[in-house]
């Protein structure tokens, strides 16, 4: 059954390069790329009424990176993430534009007792907060133990690929950067990934998701993100020698992908396998 729905979709994806809008029986599908964002709400763009029905997105080589539904321009019902292979790497489930299935929990590491705040943002498993394994590879912001115990440590690449406990990983970039569209896109999607609270200047979020983004600092090479202005947390894609990473800013709401030299330092969040 899914092999036949990959096939369908892939179908979808080959038709929908030409064609904005498409009928499959008495169901149509649209490209969202042919709709415009306005806030959290998609319109077509000749009449700039709000959109509703099927949608899917594609990337390079017609790849469903998305599909999902919308409803009075917003989205509705299940969602599903796809990585650059066609993988299913997220779903989640909205109502009017709101995710409705974020739920708190926590977990304990095995190895040296530490409890950590957790939040699943559909079918993903995240820890709330930075990690705090003491490990060669590993130090805590200037040194001082205090910043550990609020903001983790700060790790380089190699050490944070193995550095999350049994069952959990360093995530992908796909992986942590499947939902930030869905949620404004990367403009305003860091103001919900913050905490309410630890931010200099007022730049704190509004958390919607349970995340609570910490500013940890980060060290590379000659200069530093500051503690308290600054967050930034590995994933395991890498760049030719580098490895990604998404930063986040007291000053706004963006999230920022970049690359870094796999010696630099900074902060890890652990997704669960």
Not at 217 to 225: A, E, L, V
Not at 244 to 261: E, F
Request: charged fraction near 20%; include cysteine.
């Amino acid at each position: 059954m899914f092999k036949q729905m990959k096939n369908f979709i892939a179908i979808l994806a080959f038709t929908i390069v030409s064609t904005p809008l498409i009928s499959c029986g008495e169901e149509k599908v649209i490209n969202l790329g042919s709709l415009q964002q306005r806030g959290d709400v998609y319109v077509v763009p000749e009449t700039q009424k709000p959109y509703s029905g099927k949608f899917i997105e594609t990337t390079y080589g017609n790849i469903v990176v998305t599909a999902g539904s919308l409803k009075n321009g917003k989205l509705n019902g299940k969602l599903e993430r796809y990585g650059g292979r066609g993988q299913l790497i997220w779903t989640v489930n909205f109502k009017d534009g709101i995710i409705v299935d974020v739920q708190r929990g926590s977990f304990t590491d095995p190895r040296d007792g530490k409890a950590y705040k957790t939040t699943k943002i559909g079918s993903q498993t995240w820890f709330a907060e930075n990690l705090n394994y003491d490990t060669s590879g590993s130090k805590c912001y200037g040194d001082n133990p205090s910043n550990c115990q609020k903001y983790g440590r700060l790790y380089n690449w190699n050490t944070a690929m193995k550095a999350c406990p049994s069952g959990w990983h360093l995530p992908s970039k796909d992986e942590a950067e499947a939902w930030e569209k869905f949620f404004g896109g990367s403009n305003v999607a860091g103001k919900m990934l913050k905490a309410t609270s630890g931010w200099n200047y007022d730049g704190n979020g509004t958390d919607d998701l349970g995340f609570s983004a910490l500013p940890g600092g980060g060290i590379f090479g000659g200069s530093i993100g500051i503690l308290g202005d600054y967050g930034g947390w590995w994933s395991s894609s890498e760049h030719n020698n580098d490895a990604h990473y998404r930063s986040i800013y007291y000053l706004n709401g963006r999230v920022d992908w970049s690359y870094a030299d796999k010696s630099c330092l900074i902060s890890v969040r652990c997704l669960k396998d």
